[in-house]
Structure formats: structure tokens, C-alpha cells
T-cell receptor, first 116, second 112 residues
Framework: SAVISQKPSRDICQRGTSLTIQCQVD?????MFWYRQQPGQSLTLIAT?????????ESGFVIDKFPISRPNLTFSTLTVSNMSPEDSSIYLC?????????????FGPGTRLTVL | GENVEQHPSTLSVQEGDSAVIKCTYS??????FPWYKQELGKRPQLIID?????GEKKDQRIAVTLNKTAKHFSLHITETQPEDSAVYFC???????????FGRGTSLIVHP
């Protein structure tokens, strides 16, 4: 299984600012994803990070609010822009597909974001 | 799209008892069904999965069953231990997709 790390692990931010979260995988993977998890809730997919092209966003999430980069097969970033308290959540990256697309998905440790 | 329902939302058992969590899915083309365990403050971890060509799979104290006709699958934990306490998520991958649809989660509490 892939080993996934995220930075920062947590942050407290002011309203109106932006935060970029980094996700690093220890091996090349085909697919990377970004999720949001509100306290006590399930996992909500924000977008699929596509290497070399624009991310694919799920309904309710837009590029202006959550710009995503994926410059190579091991790294991705998610920016939460113009933050409001409603953006307070845990943001998780995940990956699958070592050596090709696969079903098994593995998660990073998450970034706990608090917006004041 | 796929819709996954999970029950119960909370399950409380005594140590040593068995625990069963049930999920249903809507897309008959779904072919991969993973289960994740998320301890408090930790990442979701894949604990067991089953594919549509298999009816049951076991790994020590945990097992998963799949009924394709009824479109439901279940997680069974035997001889529960306090360290089994966590939130468990079921998921289903729609046919042709590598992106799972998650259930709402079940909070399992195992009392010593």
C-alpha cells in the first residue's frame, strides 16, 4: 500500500485568507483525490486531482474556491481560498493505483482546519 | 449515481460479543466493496474488501458478506475488543469507477 503524508497536520486561519495543503505519496500513483470530512460525518469527495490537467470537481465544489494542482504522479496540493468558518473541517487526500488504476484507496492523515 | 445506506449509525456491544454492520447499495453494476475503520483523530484505514464475484471473505476476526441479488453487504466482527471501537465506513465502487461512494458510518463502541 502507498504511504501518504500531508502538511500541515492542522492549522488555525483567519477568515478571508487561504491555506494550501500538501499531499505526498511515497510511490507513483495513478489517481489522487481530495476529501472533506466534517466532524462526525462521512467522507465527501471534493475533486479528483489529474496529473497534467485540470482537476475534476464534484457537484458543489468549484475551482475558484478549491484550486488543486498535481504536477507529478506523487504530489498534489489543495488550496482552500477566501476561507470562512464554514470551511472548518478535516481535509484528506487519498490515492490509488500503484502501477495502474486500482480499486484500493489509501488515505493521508488529514489536515484539521479551523477558520476563525 | 450510486447510493450507499449504512446501518446502524451507532452500535454498542460488550467485549467478546459480535458486531454486525449492514450496508445497501443501489447500482447493480457496483463491483468492489471496501470497509474502512477510522479511529478518533486518525485516517480511514482499509480493513477488508470484497469483490462482486465473491460471496464472503474472512480475515481473522472480521468477515464481509455480499448478496448481489439483494444489493447488500455486511461487516461481521467476532470476539470484539475495546480496540475495535471506531467509526466504520462501508463503500461501493460503481462499475467502471475507481471512486468509492461511502456510507454515513457506524460508530462502534466496545465496552470492556
Amino acid at each position: 500500500s502507498a504511504v501518504i503524508s500531508q502538511k500541515p497536520s492542522r492549522d488555525i486561519c483567519q477568515r478571508g485568507t487561504s491555506l494550501t495543503i500538501q499531499c505526498q505519496v511515497d510511490s507513483q500513483v495513478t489517481m489522487m483525490f481530495w476529501y472533506r470530512q466534517q466532524p462526525g460525518q462521512s467522507l465527501t469527495l471534493i475533486a479528483t486531482a489529474n496529473q497534467g490537467s485540470e482537476a475534476t470537481y464534484e457537484s458543489g465544489f468549484v475551482i475558484d474556491k478549491f484550486p488543486i494542482s498535481r504536477p507529478n504522479l506523487t504530489f498534489s496540493t489543495l488550496t482552500v481560498s477566501n476561507m470562512s468558518p464554514e470551511d472548518s473541517s478535516i481535509y484528506l487526500c487519498s490515492a490509488n493505483g500503484q502501477g495502474g488504476p486500482r480499486d484500493e484507496q489509501f488515505f493521508g492523515p488529514g489536515t484539521r482546519l479551523t477558520v476563525l | 449515481g450510486e447510493n450507499v445506506e449504512q446501518h446502524p449509525s451507532t452500535l454498542s456491544v460488550q467485549e467478546g460479543d459480535s458486531a454486525v454492520i449492514k450496508c445497501t447499495y443501489s447500482d447493480s453494476a457496483s463491483n468492489y466493496f471496501p470497509w474502512y475503520k477510522q479511529e478518533l483523530g486518525k485516517r480511514p484505514q482499509l480493513i477488508i474488501d470484497i469483490r462482486s464475484n465473491v460471496g464472503e471473505k474472512k480475515d481473522q476476526r472480521i468477515a464481509v458478506t455480499l448478496n448481489k441479488t439483494a444489493k447488500h453487504f455486511s461487516l461481521h466482527i467476532t470476539e470484539t475488543q475495546p480496540e475495535d471501537s471506531a467509526v466504520y465506513f462501508c463503500a461501493a465502487n460503481p462499475g467502471g469507477s475507481y471512486i468509492p461512494t461511502f456510507g454515513r458510518g457506524t460508530s462502534l463502541i466496545v465496552h470492556p
